[in-house]
C-alpha cells in the first residue's frame, strides 16, 4: 500500500516526505466505542451531520459488534501513542517525535 501512496500523493516531492510523520493512537476497542458513542449522543449536531451508524444503533440500544482496526504501514517515522488513560508517550515525548529530523 504505502508504495501506492508513495508513487501518487507524494510524486516527485522528497521535502513533503521528510516532513510526513504518522502518530497512531491505540486503546481498547470497547473503551474506544464507548467514547465514540458518548461524543455522538452528546452532540446532536454530529449526529445530524455524521450520520453514525454505530451511534444510531445505540440510542435503539443496539450495540454492533466491534470492527478491527489495522493501523497505517507506512514507511515513515511512526509513534504509538496510548490514550486509554493519560497519553503514553506524554505530549513531551510527542512534541520531540514530531520535531526530530
Given at each position: ?11 516527485g516531492d522528497e ?5 510526513l510523520k504518522i ?69 513531551d515525548d510527542i ?7
Amino acid at each position: 500500500m504505502d508504495g501506492v501512496i508513495d508513487r501518487f500523493w507524494f510524486a516527485g516531492d522528497e521535502g513533503l516526505q521528510m516532513l510526513l510523520k504518522i502518530i497512531v493512537c491505540t486503546v481498547d476497542p470497547d473503551l474506544a466505542r464507548s467514547r465514540f458513542i458518548q461524543r455522538g449522543l452528546s452532540d446532536p449536531k454530529r449526529l445530524k451531520f455524521h450520520g453514525d451508524w454505530d451511534v444510531c444503533t445505540a440510542q435503539r440500544g443496539i450495540e454492533l459488534p466491534l470492527k478491527n482496526y489495522n493501523p497505517p504501514l507506512l514507511s515513515f517515522p511512526t509513534i504509538e501513542v496510548d490514550t486509554s488513560d493519560e497519553y503514553c508517550p506524554n505530549l513531551d515525548d510527542i512534541e520531540s517525535f514530531l520535531r526530530k529530523d
